[in-house]
């Protein structure tokens, strides 16, 4: 189940605004009954703001009034009047430091074993530049001694799928296909 957006908040509006039990709070708020009770007691978010969760559109007043008369029941969140939108990485992705230098490891292994994919592929996929696939391909790259090509899903640079996606699409421009 879906939390308030602001749990605690809600919770001191809920107490001082509703005959709710403890524990119908809590579940709702996603806290303790015995937080709750806390807050009831002024020993917690003693001076907070209360938030209106009919108001914010995350409960109905009809449920409140069906939850208070049965404390068995428990409340359930109304529907969401506005649609949230699709998460979506946008730019280049974070690799930890830990694991940069094993970049050069997976271009030589992409490089080597998937010719079809282009430059912009390999740099989507590892979080790369193009003059370091460059480098690494005519071995002019600083560590070129000591490259070893190594499968990128391996080394956790990027997905199976992704890998696959790529592979499935620069094979589709070039109008291969992949014997097994």
């Not at 009954?33 to 007043?61: F, H, K, N, W």
């Not at 430091?97 to 010719?115: E, F, H």
Request: hydrophobic residues 35%.
């Amino acid at each position: 189940m879906a939390q308030p957006l602001m749990p605690k908040a809600t919770a001191v509006w809920l107490v001082e605004n509703t005959a709710l039990t403890f524990e119908q709070i809590g579940d709702f708020c996603g806290m303790h009954a015995l937080e709750v009770q806390a807050i009831a007691d002024g020993e917690v978010a003693a001076g907070m703001q209360g938030r209106d969760p009919v108001a914010a559109g995350e409960l109905t007043m009809a449920e409140v009034e069906r939850c208070q008369g049965n404390p068995d029941v428990r409340l359930r969140p109304a529907d969401r009047r506005v649609t949230l939108p699709e998460t979506r990485q946008k730019g280049a992705r974070y690799t930890p430091v830990a694991k940069r230098q094993d970049r050069p490891d997976a271009i030589a292994w992409l490089l080597k074993n998937y010719t079809e994919l282009s430059d912009g592929q390999v740099c989507k996929l590892i979080g790369t530049t193009k003059p370091t696939i460059d480098k690494v391909r005519d071995r002019t790259h600083w560590r070129s001694a000591d490259i070893k090509p190594r499968n990128p899903v391996s080394l956790g640079l990027c997905s199976e799928s992704d890998l696959q996606r790529e592979v499935d699409l620069a094979r589709a421009r070039a109008g291969t296909v992949h014997g097994a």
